[in-house]
């Protein structure tokens, strides 16, 4: 690798943060994925509430969703930017909360019914896109929330993120 590569890598990213970075990637697809193939022939649950279906469906809002993508990027790079013992602190409690997570995705399987998505459109068909590659399983606990909620704890007492 050209060395000057190698010096904006370390820039963003020390050397040691970078192997539990690529092992909090490894397990997530792990745990979610893996619990899918598991739980294959398991019954599911629909765990949707009256509101769940009370709230109008707007296509729209796929922009939030993958914006929080983006968001858990940049938020896990800086949390590996800490020193070395907060990232693997982190890290370590990130890998814990993904074997919880698998526990339930396998003793309590979920799922819900999506809303139809009809008609052309880029939003429309930006959504049933969505819909092919995530498929409403492993619902509980969120792990969405949980990520969400991992950045926050993350940072949040470090002076130098605003």
Same mark, same amino acid.
């Given at each position: ?7 904006? /890598?370390?820039?963003? &990213?020390?050397?040691? =943060? %970078? @192997? ?10 792990? %745990?979610?994925?893996?619990?899918? @193939? $598991?739980? &294959?022939? +398991? ?10 279906? /009370? &709230?109008? *469906?707007?296509?729209?809002? @796929? ?6 993508? +983006? *968001? ?5 790079? #800086? ?7 907060? !990232?693997?602190?982190?890290?370590? =409690?990130? *890998?814990?909360?993904?074997?919880? !997570? @698998?526990?339930? *995705? $396998? =003793? ?24 092919? #590659?995530? $498929?409403? &399983?492993? #619902? ?5 929330? $949980? ?8 940072? /949040? ?6």
């Amino acid at each position: 690798m050209p060395d000057w590569i190698e010096q904006k /890598r370390k820039r963003l &990213l020390p050397g040691y =943060a %970078v @192997l539990p970075l690529i092992f909090a990637v490894a397990v997530n697809f792990t %745990v979610y994925g893996g619990a899918q @193939l $598991l739980a &294959l022939d +398991l019954p599911r649950y629909d765990i949707a509430s009256p509101l769940d279906n /009370r &709230l109008p *469906f707007i296509p729209q809002f @796929l922009v939030v969703y993958l914006g929080c993508y +983006l *968001f858990w990027i940049v938020n896990y790079i #800086l949390i590996a930017r800490q020193d070395k013992t907060r !990232c693997y602190q982190f890290f370590t =409690a990130d *890998f814990l909360s993904r074997i919880v !997570c @698998l526990i339930f *995705f $396998l =003793a309590f399987p979920t799922t819900n019914i999506r809303p139809d998505v009809s008609g052309p459109g880029f939003w429309n068909h930006a959504m049933r896109i969505l819909y092919t #590659l995530d $498929l409403p &399983l492993n #619902l509980f606990p969120s792990v969405h929330c $949980l990520v969400s909620w991992f950045c926050y704890i993350g940072i /949040r007492r470090n002076t130098t993120i605003p």
